[in-house]
C-alpha cells in the first residue's frame, strides 16, 4: 500500500552495501527478503546494519514501512516521525505518515501530513478516505430525529467500512434490511457459524452474492459438524454461481467452481480454475492458503513454496495449515522441519494427530529417524501395540541404514534408547542383536 516491496519510493535500486564477505552462511538482502513478505527479518537486517553502521539509505522509511504491514502501528509511527526530522528528508516519507496516521485513527493528523505529501495516487486515495469520513461524520451529528432511519443506514455503512466493529450493536436492529442482514451473516461466519446459518438459512437467493453467502455458510457448517448433507448444499450453490453465463467468467464465478471441485476432492479441476486468476491474488493469505490443492496433487515442492507465503498468524496456527506444511516437508525431504512444527504446538487432540501424519508419511519416506521419534512419542500417549509395531519397523529401517551407510553410525545410540523406553517382550532381542554389532565394529553404545 505504500512503500514498493522492491525498491524504495524515490531514489532508484537500494545500494549495495557488501562490505565485508564472509564465509559461510550468507547474509540476505533487504530486496529479497521484502520479496518474500519477510518483515520481520527486513527489520532485523536493517536494524542489524543500522547499529553496525552500515546504514541503507532511507532505512528509516524502509523500517516503518516493514512495521506497518506487520501491523505495527505505532512502531511505523515512531520511524515516520523520525524521519521527518531529518535534514533533507524524503519527501515521501509524509504520504506513509499520513496512511499510519489514518489506521490508528488520527485522521486530523494524517490530513494534515496527507496535504505535506507530494501528489501521488496514494495522496489522492487517503484524502479521499479522510473526506469521505469527515462526510460521514457530518451526516451522524446533523441528522435529526425525524431521519432515524438514515442515521441507522450510516451507522450501518460504517460498521462495513470498518470491517464489521460495532456489528453486534448495530446490526440486529436492522436485520430487515437485506444488506444488514447479509453483513450480519458474514460477521457471524468469524464468530459463530450456527448463528450465521440461522440467519441465512430461510433466505431464498435471488442474486449471486446470496448464493455465493449460502454456499459459504453451509460449507462452514459442514465441516464444523461433520455434515455431508451441508457440504453438498455447497457445492451445488457454488456450482449454480460458477456455470451460469453471467458469472462463468468472473473471478467470484471462478472461486465458486474453485470451490465446488474442492468439496469434491478433485484438486486438478481446482487448480485449473485457481490458475486462471492466480495473478491476481499472488500476496493474498487465504488464496494462497486454499493452494494445498497444490500439493494434494503431489507438487509438494510448489506447495511449500506457496505455504510459507503465508503471513496470517490465524492461518499458519490452524491445523489444516500445519499438516499440509508438514506433509510437504516430509514429501520435499525436510523432515526434521515437519517434527520442529510438531514442538512448537501445545499438547491436544491436533498435535497428536500431527505426530500421526509424521510417523506414518516418514516411514513411507523412508525417512525413519523422525518416524520412530513420532511413533515413540505416541507410545508414550497411546499404549497402542500398532504404534510399538511402527516404532520397532523405524528402528530396524535406521539400523539398515546405518549398515549401509547411509546413517551416521552414531544414531544407534538413540536407537537404543527409543527402544529401550519400551517395555514390549520383542525389544531384548532386537537391543541384543544392535548391541552385538556395535561392540564388534566398535561403535560406543
Known amino acids: 500500500m505504500m512503500l514498493s516491496r522492491a525498491k524504495p519510493a524515490v531514489g532508484g535500486d537500494l545500494p549495495h552495501t557488501d562490505r565485508r564477505k564472509k564465509k559461510g552462511r550468507k547474509i540476505p538482502k533487504l530486496e529479497e527478503l521484502l520479496s518474500q513478505r519477510d518483515f520481520t527479518g527486513a527489520i532485523t537486517l536493517l536494524e542489524f546494519k543500522r547499529h553496525v553502521g552500515e546504514q541503507e539509505e532511507d532505512t528509516n522509511l524502509w523500517i516503518g514501512y516493514c512495521a506497518f504491514h506487520l501491523g505495527d502501528y505505532k512502531r511505523a509511527l515512531e520511524e515516520y516521525e523520525n524521519a521527518t526530522k531529518e535534514e533533507n528528508c524524503n519527501p515521501e516519507v509524509w504520504v506513509n505518515l499520513a496512511c499510519t496516521y489514518f489506521f490508528l485513527g488520527m485522521y486530523k493528523q494524517a490530513e494534515a501530513a496527507g496535504f505535506k505529501a507530494p501528489k501521488s495516487r496514494l495522496q489522492n486515495r487517503l484524502l479521499f478516505h479522510l473526506a469521505h469520513k469527515a462526510e460521514l461524520k457530518s451526516l451522524m451529528d446533523n441528522a435529526s430525529s425525524s ?20 456489528a453486534l450493536q448495530v446490526l440486529p436492529p436492522l ?93 486438478d479441476d481446482v487448480l485449473i480454475y485457481l490458475n486462471s486468476f492466480k495473478n491476481y491474488f499472488y500476496n493474498d493469505d487465504i488464496f494462497n492458503f486454499n493452494y494445498q490443492a497444490k500439493a494434494a496433487t503431489g507438487s509438494t515442492s510448489e506447495g511449500e513454496e506457496i505455504f510459507l507465503l503465508i503471513q496470517s498468524e490465524k492461518l499458519k496456527n490452524d491445523y489444516i495449515y500445519l499438516s499440509w506444511l508438514a506433509r510437504c516437508y516430509i514429501m ?98 532386537i537391543i541384543r542383536i544392535m548391541k552385538k554389532w556395535a561392540k564388534e565394529n566398535r561403535v560406543p553404545v
Not at 357 to 377: E, P
Open 332 to 429: 520435499n525431504k525436510k523432515p526434521r522441519l515437519a517434527w520442529e512444527l510438531y514442538l512448537k504446538m501445545e499438547t491436544s487432540g491436533e498435535s497428536f494427530s500431527l505426530l500421526q501424519l509424521i510417523a506414518n508419511d516418514c516411514y513411507r519416506m523412508g525417512q525413519f529417524y523422525y518416524s520412530a521419534k513420532a511413533f515413540d512419542v505416541l507410545e508414550r500417549l497411546d499404549p497402542n501395540p500398532e504404534y510399538w509395531e511402527g516404532k520397532r519397523g523405524a528402528c530396524v529401517g535406521i539400523f539398515q541404514m546405518i549398515l549401509a551407510g547411509r546413517e551416521p553410525k552414531e544414531t544407534l545410540r538413540e536407537v537404543l534408547h527409543l527402544l529401550r523406553s519400551t517395555g514390549n517382550s520383542q525389544v531384548e532381542y
Open 175 to 267: 436485520v430487515d434490511v437485506p444488506e444488514a442482514r447479509l453483513n450480519l451473516v458474514i460477521y457471524y461466519l468469524r464468530q459463530d457459524v450456527q448463528e450465521a446459518y440461522n440467519l441465512i438459512k430461510d433466505l431464498e437467493p435471488t442474486t449471486p452474492q446470496e448464493y455465493i453467502l449460502k454456499g459459504v455458510v453451509n460449507a462452514a457448517l459442514g465441516q464444523e459438524m461433520g455434515s455431508r448433507d451441508h457440504m453438498k448444499i455447497a457445492q451445488q450453490f457454488f456450482q449454480l454461481v460458477g456455470g451460469s453465463a453471467s458469472e462463468c467468467d468472473t473471478i467470484p464465478g471462478r472461486q465458486c467452481m474453485a470451490s465446488c471441485f474442492f468439496l469434491l476432492k478433485q484438486f
Open 147 to 166: 431521519f432515524e432511519f438514515a442515521k441507522e443506514l450510516i451507522r450501518h455503512n460504517l460498521v462495513v467500512f470498518r470491517g464489521g466493529e460495532g
